[in-house]
């Protein structure tokens, strides 16, 4: 890392979370991915829970608000939208602001269906979408031991944070 010397002051880190309830007749989308289920996720786009809790925590890293507010749900553009599209504009987003996407992980909560199958594919649409490598995108996925909302198979959550650093 001798080589590697950055001004501490241009790292920035942001959180995002986001939940979305689990109805039949949706498709279940995470992370760019169409996973076979019984039910899928309600929302205003595909409802990808696990691209909307990037997009924001990369919002969050350049305090740039969140999801909502650059894609309102009231706006029938975003209807059934790509998530992973959004996702790929808020990166965008934050080169303009200037800065680079450094490093990213998340976890899904979800009792069912088992996604461990379909993590790395998850991360590569991920890495894809924000224009950075597939080893800088962490992917990981929990039960809640039946817990809660996501234990009770009522919705999915999805957490990510992710690290950024201001071009010199
Ligand atoms: N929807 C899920 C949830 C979990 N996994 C994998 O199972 C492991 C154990 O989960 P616990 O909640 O019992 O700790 C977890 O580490 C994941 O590898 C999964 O694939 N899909
Ligand atoms: C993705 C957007 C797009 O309108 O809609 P939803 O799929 O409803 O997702 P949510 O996380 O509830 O809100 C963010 C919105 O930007």
Same mark, same amino acid.
Request: charged residues 25%; glycine residues 12%.
């Given at each position: !890392?001798?080589?590697?010397?950055?001004?501490?002051?241009?790292?920035?880190?942001?959180?995002?979370?986001?939940?979305? @309830?689990?109805?039949?007749?949706?498709?279940?989308?995470?992370?760019?991915? #169409?996973?076979?289920?019984?039910?899928?996720?309600?929302?205003?786009?595909?409802? #990808?829970?696990?691209?909307?809790?990037?997009?924001?925590?990369?919002?969050?890293?350049?305090?740039?608000?969140?999801?909502?507010?650059?894609?309102?749900?009231?706006?029938? @553009?975003?209807?059934?939208?790509?998530?992973?599209?959004?996702?790929?504009?808020?990166?965008? %987003?934050?080169?303009?602001?200037?800065?680079?996407?450094?490093?990213?992980?998340?976890?899904?909560?979800?009792?069912?269906? %088992?996604?461990?199958?379909?993590?790395? @594919? !998850?991360?590569?649409?991920?890495?894809?979408?924000?224009?950075?490598?597939?080893?800088?995108?962490?992917? %990981? @996925?929990?039960?809640?031991?039946?817990?809660?909302?996501?234990?009770?198979?009522?919705?999915?959550?999805?957490?990510?944070?992710?690290?950024?650093?201001?071009?010199?």
């Amino acid at each position: !890392m001798a080589d590697r010397a950055f001004d501490p002051a241009s790292l920035r880190i942001g959180q995002g979370f986001d939940v979305h @309830a689990l109805v039949e007749g949706r498709k279940l989308i995470l992370g760019g991915v #169409d996973v076979p289920h019984t039910r899928g996720l309600l929302g205003h786009s595909d409802a #990808d829970v696990l691209a909307h809790a990037v997009a924001d925590a990369l919002l969050g890293g350049i305090r740039g608000g969140d999801i909502g507010k650059l894609f309102p749900d009231t706006d029938p @553009a975003y209807e059934g939208a790509d998530s992973l599209k959004l996702l790929a504009a808020v990166a965008d %987003k934050v080169r303009a602001e200037g800065y680079d996407i450094l490093d990213v992980d998340s976890v899904i909560a979800a009792q069912a269906p %088992k996604l461990s199958p379909y993590r790395d @594919a !998850m991360r590569e649409n991920l890495a894809r979408a924000m224009g950075v490598s597939v080893e800088n995108v962490g992917v %990981k @996925a929990t039960t809640t031991e039946r817990l809660g909302f996501e234990g009770r198979e009522e919705g999915i959550s999805a957490t990510a944070v992710c690290l950024l650093c201001r071009r010199p």
